[in-house]
T-cell receptor, first 113, second 114 residues
Framework: GENVEQHPSTLSVQEGDSAVIKCTYS??????FPWYKQELGKGPQLIIDIRSNVGEKKDQRIAVTLNKTAKHFSLHITETQPEDSAVYFCAASNRNRDDKIIFGKGTRLHILP | DTGVSQDPRHKITKRGQNVTFRCDPISEHNRLYWYRQTLGQGPEFLTYFQNEAQLEKSRLLSDRFSAERPKGSFSTLEIQRTEQGDSAMYLC????????????FGSGTQLSVL
């Protein structure tokens, strides 16, 4: 089955700087890659997703890139703000097989004042 | 619509007791998922329903676990004879249509087994 690895496990960046979180996946048939943000005491919330027919997607300060050949994808947050502090999870699934979504272990992002 | 609702938010029980959690998905969503999350880990898939049909169960779901979605609306997850290893956050999520994408998660039920 699919296995998703995520790093770093913890990331601290100065407010206003950029943050990058990287993930790799094992199943070359995976074609859907969502990113979730989890704040303390809440469930994960979808912030952006990308399909395998697209190499990059942007939504305001957030962007995701996908390298299918290398089987890795990344989340980029620019101009970080205090409210970006949270745990971020990458995930993968094969939508053609209607597979469940498999999550990475998460990255705790600290935005330093 | 207030999103996915889970009840209770917290549950403390003694080892060997049975517990039941409830999830109310977003009303128009056909799919309902249960995930388990332990400290420092990502959500782990347990099972999911398409309407009232339970379509897949993880190997993580031992015989002590049972989930139902009797009328294709709310769902319950029951754990019998709880063990300390069952302590975790139990997350429910729902999604619309057939796609199983864009999961909307509830805030979870935190289970502590003493």
């Amino acid at each position: 089955g699919e296995n998703v690895e995520q790093h770093p496990s913890t990331l601290s960046v100065q407010e206003g700087d950029s943050a990058v979180i990287k993930c790799t996946y094992s199943d070359s048939a995976s074609n859907y890659f969502p990113w979730y943000k989890q704040e303390l005491g809440k469930g994960p919330q979808l912030i952006i997703d990308i399909r395998s027919n697209v190499g990059e997607k942007k939504d305001q300060r957030i962007a995701v890139t996908l390298n299918k050949t290398a089987k890795h994808f990344s989340l980029h947050i620019t101009e970080t703000q205090p409210e970006d502090s949270a745990v971020y999870f990458c995930a993968a699934s094969n939508r053609n097989r209607d597979d469940k979504i498999i999550f990475g272990k998460g990255t705790r992002l600290h935005i330093l004042p | 619509d207030t999103g996915v609702s889970q009840d209770p938010r917290h549950k403390i029980t003694k080892r060997g007791q049975n517990v039941t959690f409830r999830c109310d998905p977003i009303s128009e969503h056909n799919r309902l998922y249960w995930y388990r999350q332990t400290l420092g880990q990502g959500p782990e898939f347990l099972t999911y329903f398409q309407n009232e049909a339970q379509l897949e169960k993880s190997r993580l779901l031992s015989d002590r676990f049972s989930a139902e979605r009797p009328k294709g609306s709310f769902s319950t997850l029951e754990i019998q004879r709880t063990e300390q290893g069952d302590s975790a956050m139990y997350l429910c999520a729902s999604s619309e249509g057939q796609g199983g994408e864009k999961l909307f998660f509830g805030s979870g039920t935190q289970l502590s087994v003493l």
